[in-house]
């Protein structure tokens, strides 16, 4: 499995399908976006970064990993945050993105069970960037003062 890349990507630029089932076809595919991200040393992975069209994320912060199927941003709060953003399907890429600081999410575990969480700091920021993935929204389409990293 690779990580798809440009911000012109047909397959990045997708919405994302609801996961209709949680089986271990599923789970095989969460276990794999947990090695590509300790590969990649990222932070998360949406499956549509993997070229799999189905909503979910896999989020790792302090060695924890945090997966999130069919996530569903259900609040904004008001309190915004800009902080510099990158992505691995945008190798070099960083800008300044504004987001909301905390949010309200909905989602399903990998063992089916409803998640309904208030998450704040990194983590909001995290899911957000995921979650435009599953919309086809880069950050780039948000972030001033982009700016291209060498290689």
Known sequence: MKIITGENNKILRSKSQPVKKIDAK???L???MKKIIERHDGVGLAAIQVGIPLRIVVCKIDDKFYSFINPKIVKFFSKKIIMEEGCLSLPGVTGEVERPEKI????????????????FGLLARILQHEIDHLDGILFIDKAKNIKNKPA
């Open 104 to 119: 309200l999410i909905k989602a399903l575990t990998e063992n089916n069970k409803i998640l309904k969480i208030k998450v």
């Open 26 to 28: 599923t789970k095989s």
């Open 30 to 32: 969460v276990s794999e």
